[in-house]
């Protein structure tokens, strides 16, 4: 059941999907804290194995040294070049392209060619600056502020079924995928919030909204969850049921058919079934746009073999490129609303079956509007410009 009894007026206007001085308070106040997935240790089991991304205009490197996963900034500390060019990769050294400048786990050079031409060199000044970085099972997280929650503080209570759900060797990776969309961040993640739009989007996949009967809402200090009990309208529904009763019954593990939908606040998203576990986090690149990235993970077997392995594998796959399937029809729709709230003079309504769409609004508003009552309280002023990045702290090794 929904659990308000009333439709709702949204707490962010049309202005807040489209205007650069909002997203610069987002950027402050709403993810200054928050921890980011970015990759899985199955993506970098290996020494030297690395991925690189950039957020909120911060150009981070992930990689394994030998075994521990550090985040560093992306920029070589001599002249700024960026370091690891490639989205994901294995190397065996971190060394800058430009002048061979190569750093070590704590950020620190190794080697500097032409060492005499810095004489008197400050290792503990010109070195990269050094991030948190944290799991919760396969998923690998980091944070860019100095301080702030844990990351078990910042998912919460569902911590220790969320590392359940994406435990390795229980589950496996099935899917990795970035996708990148001309939309505002909160437009992707307020599609996934709410099923009205299932019989117009997913005709063919999902193909009907369960209902108030069939839908369950939960709400958290640190998010909000959507549960619901799968149905079997069609054929298709159907026998795709019967598949997943044969793969659980190969795996050793019960059938619930029980369908789990959380968000973390503000950008992180978790699903899970009884076949397949998926998270799903939404980044600003812009006031319009943005980007996602997708990891999916399949069920293994309790009992191994080759082949039950290689049908909860098979079936794993099968899932992933329905989970393709279902973010591509989903993606369509976000220009059209980003198009939208640009030409908007007034703000929308929320249903009832929309709520957990007003808790994210609300948490959003909520976290300005205490963020910059604390600035006024402490004399501070908004950064803005070139310098913006400095309101992302972060943790350096130069400074210790």
Not at 81 to 102: D, F, Q
Not at 257 to 273: E, G, K, V
Not at 355 to 378: F, M, P, S, V
Request: some cysteine; hydrophobic content about 35%; overall charge neutral.
């Amino acid at each position: 059941m929904y659990q308000s009894p009333v439709s709702f007026e949204p707490p962010l206007s049309p202005r807040a999907y489209h205007d650069p001085a909002h997203a610069e308070l987002e950027k402050q106040h709403v993810f200054r804290d928050a921890w980011h997935l970015v990759s899985t240790g199955t993506e970098l089991a290996k020494p030297g194995q690395f991925i690189a991304l950039t957020l909120f205009d911060i150009p981070i490197v992930v990689r394994n040294f030998d075994g521990e996963l550090v985040a560093l900034r992306n920029v070589c500390a001599h002249r700024q070049a960026i370091i690891a060019r490639k989205p994901s990769g294995c190397s065996p050294t971190l060394r800058c392209p430009y002048h061979g400048w190569e750093y070590g786990s704590d950020g620190k050079t190794r080697k500097l060619p032409g060492a005499s031409n810095f004489p008197k060199f400050k290792h503990d000044h010109y070195c990269l600056d050094k991030f948190h970085v944290d799991q919760c099972g396969d998923l690998v997280f980091i944070r860019l502020s100095d301080t702030g929650p844990t990351l078990r503080e910042w998912i919460g209570d569902n911590y220790d079924l969320y590392e359940k759900w994406f435990a390795v060797p229980d589950y496996t990776q099935s899917m990795s995928a970035r996708y990148d969309m001309e939309a505002n961040w909160k437009i992707p993640v307020e599609g996934s919030l709410e099923s009205y739009h299932i019989p117009c989007i997913h005709p063919n996949t999902f193909h009907e909204d369960p209902g108030e009967k069939n839908s369950t809402h939960f709400f958290f200090p640190t998010g909000t969850s959507f549960q619901t009990i799968f149905l079997a309208p069609r054929w298709i529904d159907r026998l795709l049921r019967q598949i997943e009763q044969i793969v659980l019954k190969v795996a050793g593990v019960p059938q619930k058919s029980i369908y789990d939908h959380h968000h973390i606040f503000p950008h992180l998203l978790i699903s899970h079934n009884d076949v397949v576990s998926l998270a799903q986090v939404v980044y600003p690149k812009d006031a319009t746009s943005s980007f996602t990235l997708a990891m999916q993970y399949g069920l293994e077997p309790k009992r191994k073999s080759w082949w039950r392995k290689r049908v909860t594998r098979s079936m794993g796959k099968l899932t992933a490129s329905l989970t393709k399937t279902i973010l591509a029809e989903d993606r369509d729709v976000f220009p059209l609303v980003q198009a939208g709230v640009q030409g908007a003079n007034k703000a929308g309504l929320l249903g009832r079956c929309e709520e957990r769409l007003q808790a994210i609004q609300k948490y959003i508003a909520d976290r300005i509007k205490q963020g910059q009552a604390k600035q006024e309280c402490l004399g501070s002023e908004s950064i803005t410009g070139p310098d913006a990045e400095r309101s992302m702290p972060h943790e350096s090794p130069c400074q210790k």
